[in-house]
């Protein structure tokens, strides 16, 4: 279809621009310092926990059945905290870890493990040449950001509606033992909130790596993060992993820093038997014990998974408006013009958004001008490098509903502006 | 000196085996369950931190000046505890980042970025060959066992009375590119509680290495754990490295592990402007944000470096009894026999010991056969090999002061019997 620009005479876009160009101006002229960049809960979420900070006190007894608060020991953390994982994730609890407070940081402490000292009786990836990660994209830049950090080099591939393309990723995990690992996002992915399909989660299920230490890096990171009437249902990839007859495949992650506080949550790690006992075994070298205190206040104030679903349904509450919003003033702005789409996710933090090819720096860099920060565009594939320069992610969970309104006018200015100017150029 | 066995004749050391025999079977008829083996506050001691849980409640502000507590953001840590952690180790408050709970976390992540991705403009330590760690030993084991689980090659050198000997440290840091760092700590040393000197202080500051990526992991895990009338003083490492015109030379390390609570205290690190640059990069790569609930509570609680010193104080009126009581029985067991040594430390966790040449992995394997778990023979040492199998860490602080008495007396019933029939089989 062409676009709304493409269809005006060249008179008609120069007055089009004009226009457009004279409302940048008065957006300019209000000097507005406005922050749509990170995933972020906004003041009014993180209130919410409030009430965690009073649930150990002096009086409060240390101790979790035989596990001890308030000394070294439980490396795998307060067996009340991993049971209250274990049920987020939907998992045994005997195979899961809760340790520190960013589930980040355990990724980065497993690939720096495969790196330096091996898993699944490999060598260290760092001592067998050019390491590959698929990265689908858009994706999460902080992800990407961890392999490419290590020189390990990042191969984007297609993030379709339901999830990676699975004929390239198996024809890729399959053939080249090189490939050592995926980033994966698997419900309310960041930033599309696309929810991965039952045949996407079994595929990834039945891959046959050519590399034995090829690991799936299942950050679930929205497992209980819906904020609409509908909540996506994500398969269970341990499931279907003994459906397939697989093992040894996934490291699974989540956390509970959008459910109580970010940077102060609980972060954990599930994964198969075998998997376990080496990241034990890594553990044991790296992390001594683990905040015990913070787990004992999370499960005091959380109870169990209806309790975190109660959490839940209060952010939700604080967090759909925002994305209606995006919805509505996306739809009034730009609807049938022909220049952009976007997302409508069912949960997480994110709305995708696709300009014009080759927009996506103009619009961001306009963004910043007119003084609203948003994520820098590229940042949502490998190495900053977005192909077609299309995608923007919007995170519209900080700004109050009154500067995120603020904020979505001018960017269906923005996007105009720079589609219409595009258009301009070509003539 | 001959020992006390040495001088029997032999009728007489069979008599005192006997007798050493039958004091062991009626310790192994009592079935005692204690335990020397780590280095852990008593219950007695964590409990002097609860008011602690106190410190925060869902009324607290939750900001530190501009930095916002319960979002993510400011990753260096609040300002406050940037502040008391700067204090501790006497820095600039600038050059502190505050994360975790864990300083051994810390190294180990320092540790792995320069093997993965590099420091000062090398290439990483993971493409340089043979890489060598110095380990002064006897030593810490969690030390030993983070380079050594990385392949590096640990190095054993010599720990004197003031330090490591610094003859055998400069020469091998000066000469051999492949040497890239030394495990320290110069405080109440684990295990010998020797603080070093300030000659051996200017002698590390003042060390020409040949490899321009090697750093010192100075591990100040006991600056302020004094327990006696006398305080060591150790001298600052940076105003030492000030005056030697040196730089990017030193990683030191703190925690209030020992302060407040094992597992859930404060972590910090500190270092040069330029080493400090490449730790918030890689930090930023791994660790995207702190635990500031935690690091507010701190700052509450401790206050200060005066209020760090009020509770040290507290911490010492339960500390001490125990270390004169090993004091006492160990001299009154063992004073004058011949056989063994021990340290007379002023602060910090341990008491190291040294029985006659191949006696400790057999004292403390026949302290476990009676009942009293003790951090395994050779753990001071990398690979846990101690050449002349000598060493044992003596930990008095966990168990009650009642139990580390008979424990005691079953360790110089245990040193005896073993140092005696090692003289009967030489005859």
């Not at 269906?412 to 720079?418: D, E, F």
Request: charged share 20%; glycine share 8%; with cysteine.
């Amino acid at each position: 279809m062409a676009s709304v620009y493409q269809q005006m005479s060249t008179p008609e876009l120069d007055a089009a621009i004009a226009e457009l160009e004279h409302a940048a101006d008065e957006v300019r002229a209000c000097g507005l310092s406005l922050d749509m960049a990170r995933g972020k809960p906004s003041p009014e979420q993180t209130a919410l926990s409030r009430p965690m900070l009073d649930m150990l006190t002096s009086d409060t007894p240390l101790v979790d059945g035989n596990a001890i608060v308030d000394n070294y020991g439980t490396p795998d953390g307060l067996p009340c905290a991993r049971k209250l994982a274990a049920e987020i994730l939907g998992v045994d609890p005997a195979n899961v870890i809760v340790n520190g407070s960013s589930s980040l940081n355990l990724m980065h402490d497993l690939v720096v493990n495969a790196l330096t000292r091996g898993i699944a009786g490999q060598k260290p990836w760092c001592h067998q040449g050019e390491i590959k990660f698929l990265c689908p994209s858009p994706g999460y830049d902080r992800h990407f950001a961890i392999t490419a950090s290590f020189g390990i080099t990042n191969v984007p591939v297609p993030l379709l509606e339901d999830g990676p393309d699975m004929d390239v990723v198996a024809e890729l995990v399959e053939s080249d033992p090189q490939v050592k690992g995926i980033w994966c996002v698997p419900k309310y992915a960041n930033p599309t909130g696309i929810t991965y399909s039952d045949e996407v989660v079994r595929r990834f299920a039945a891959l046959k790596p050519a590399a034995p230490d090829f690991r799936i890096f299942w950050d679930n990171a929205y497992a209980v993060h819906a904020f609409g009437d509908e909540d996506d249902e994500l398969l269970n990839i341990f499931a279907a992993l003994e459906d397939a007859g697989n093992d040894n495949l996934v490291y699974e992650f989540g956390s509970t820093a959008k459910v109580t506080f970010p940077s102060s949550g609980l972060a954990f790690v599930t994964a198969s038997d075998a998997d376990m006992a080496e990241i034990r075994a890594a553990f044991a070298v790296s992390r001594v014990s683990c905040e015990k205190f913070s787990q004992l206040a999370h499960v005091r104030f959380l109870r169990d998974l209806e309790g975190v679903q109660e959490q839940m349904a209060k952010h939700a509450a604080i967090v759909r408006p925002r994305f209606e919003l995006v919805e509505r003033k996306l739809t009034e702005g730009l609807g049938g013009l022909g220049i952009a789409t976007w997302t409508h996710p069912h949960g997480g933090y994110f709305v995708s958004f696709e300009g014009p090819e080759g927009s996506a720096k103009a619009i961001v860099s306009l963004m910043k001008e007119l003084g609203v920060v948003m994520t820098g565009a590229g940042a949502t594939w490998p190495y900053g490098k977005d192909p077609r320069d299309t995608n923007i992610r919007i995170a519209p969970t900080y700004p109050s509903l009154e500067n995120l309104g603020e904020a979505l006018d001018v960017f269906v200015i923005a996007v105009k502006l720079i589609a219409a100017r595009m258009e301009r150029a070509k003539r």
